[in-house]
């Protein structure tokens, strides 16, 4: 009798404290666990630069294959700003020192593109990319989109 092996990946996430909620900012953990079964985890809290975070080691299966590749849903310029939007996240979280989902999901980025947030309001709309974000990183995507379409109407 064959035994049937299933391969059991893992990923290792870390929830930053949002102290404008007062609470863990678990979106990033819930998007992750959507399309899976979980079979185990371990949590650790630890304190960096007196800010509260937990990391999260879990292992697990996928149930649902998720679409890889998620600018499959942009047409060919919205995939040049995603990717651009992509390299300044990448840029910034490394001045930080954050990993770069902290800065902006892909899925973030991805909601950027899709409305050219042109204002500080624009940002609203966008699940779970926070007032603290919008603040601290707000102007900087604004201009970066501003810029992208100037360059891409030949101004």
Known sequence: MKKHLTYMESNILTISFDPE???FATEELEDFCINKKIHSLREEFFMYQSKPFWTIFIQ???VVEREKNIEVQLSEPEKLLFRRLKGWRKEKASQEGLPAYM???N???VEMVKRRVRTLAGFDSIKSFGKKRIEKYGKEIITLVQK???NEQGK
Request: aromatic share 14%.
């Open 21 to 23: 909620r007062e609470a």
């Open 60 to 62: 697990f299966e996928r």
């Open 103 to 105: 800065v902006a999901s």
């Open 107 to 109: 899925q973030h980025l």
């Open 148 to 150: 992208f379409e100037q």
